[in-house]
């Protein structure tokens, strides 16, 4: 094997890994478990989250999961796109990879949406509404 072939190699071993390398986001505090260590109050929501109904907090969720659908639809319409520019990027150039779309502003919403739900879901938990 010739050098130019094993540096080939190493580059895209190094990208193939550079693609695997992030990191799921932190997990909430536990709240709900019979385990947990923290007990919900009123203190732990901000004044507009506090001050929902359950209703409103149900009409949130509903408005959260069909945006939160719209971002992933997003993604998903460019990942045939990416995944072909990327085949035919490690197999003939490279740089091709520069030319898929990584969807960070649709990934960035979908990271707030979970964030934004699960803020919901504690209140709804403390407000004891129905699920």
């Given at each position: 094997m010739s050098t130019?072939?094993?540096f080939l190699l190493i580059i895209v071993f190094l990208l193939?890994?550079?693609g695997c390398a992030t990191s799921a986001p932190d997990l909430p505090p536990?709240?709900?478990?019979?385990?947990?260590?923290h007990r919900l109050s009123v203190d732990d929501f901000d004044p507009e989250t506090a001050n929902?109904?359950?209703e409103e907090i149900k009409?949130?969720?509903v408005e959260l999961n069909s945006?939160?659908?719209i971002q992933s639809q997003e993604i998903g319409d460019k990942r045939d796109s990416n995944q072909t520019i990327g085949f035919f990027g490690s197999l003939f150039f490279l740089p091709a990879y520069?030319?898929?779309d990584s969807s960070a502003q649709a990934n960035e919403k979908i990271t707030n949406l979970h964030f934004a739900k699960d803020k919901l879901y504690k209140a709804q938990v403390f407000k004891q509404c129905p699920p």
């Open positions: 130019l072939n094993k193939a890994l550079y536990d709240y709900g478990s019979v385990h947990s260590k929902l109904t359950c009409q949130e969720l945006e939160h659908v520069l030319a898929t």
